[in-house]
């Protein structure tokens, strides 16, 4: 693989249920990055890790969870979903210095 | 609080030049990055302005003033492939990236 991969791609959920969503890199970059993206909204950060062990809060972290067990994987788990966590979610990596960051495709999560 | 503001709709003639602006006004500033996002597509990274002045990059151009918390994205001879969303983003004192909400460019012959 090169970049960042997410899975699913699409995902129906029923409220109430647990959800993961996958992320992985290869560029062996050391921050990685959760975003949602809603319509007429910018990205909004959710979570985002510096490092490998450590993670932070973003903007808007209520209801979703994240680890960082080695650099190249970080899930986002939501623990009981509901409707407003019906989005588009990001996950991207980040380089030293400037520290561009690289999106992966995105997973498109409906919350009925 | 912190606001990225950009317009929402652009509409520009295929081979022109059009000029997408963005102001801001967040705690602290790191850099000012462009990207472009095509319909149900992740936004890929096209520019980063830290100083003020000029960055050229081909067809694309961004623009940065910090005295005015001002930056614009320039795109000459317009492609109907640059159909897309330009979202501006802006890297704040936590080094956290404050995103605007995009400007659609709709690119007509």
């Known amino acids: 693989i090169a970049g960042i991969t997410q899975a699913p791609t699409s995902q129906i959920l029923a409220a109430g249920r647990r959800m993961t969503l996958r992320c992985t890199q290869d560029?062996?970059?050391?921050?990685m990055y959760w975003y949602r993206q809603d319509l007429g909204l910018g990205l909004r950060l959710i979570h985002y890790?510096?490092?490998?062990?450590?993670?932070g809060k973003g903007e808007v972290p209520d209801g979703y969870s994240v680890s960082r067990a080695n650099t190249d994987d970080f899930p986002l788990t939501l623990a009981s979903a509901v409707p407003s966590q019906t989005s588009v979610y990001f996950c991207?990596?980040?380089?030293?210095?400037?520290?561009?960051?690289?999106f992966g495709p995105g997973t498109r999560l409906t919350v009925l | 609080g912190q606001n990225i503001d950009q317009p929402t709709e652009m509409t520009a003639t295929e081979g022109a030049i059009v000029q997408i602006n963005c102001t801001y006004q967040?705690?602290?500033?790191?850099?000012l990055f462009w990207y472009q996002q095509h319909a149900g597509e992740a936004p890929t990274f096209l520019s980063y302005?830290?100083l003020d002045g000029l960055e050229e990059k081909g067809r694309f151009s961004s623009f940065l003033s910090r005295s005015k918390g001002y930056s614009y994205l320039l795109l000459k001879e317009l492609q109907m492939k640059d159909s897309a969303s330009y979202l501006c983003?802006?890297?704040?004192?936590?080094?956290?990236?404050?995103w605007g909400a995009g400007t659609k460019l709709i690119i007509k012959p």
């Open positions: 991207a990596s980040g380089t030293g210095g400037t520290d561009t960051q690289y």
């Open positions: 560029m062996r970059h050391n921050a």
């Open positions: 890790s510096n490092t490998a062990g450590t993670t």
């Open positions: 967040t705690s602290g500033f790191n850099g």
């Open positions: 302005n830290v």
């Open positions: 983003a802006v890297r704040d004192s936590n080094y956290q990236l404050i």
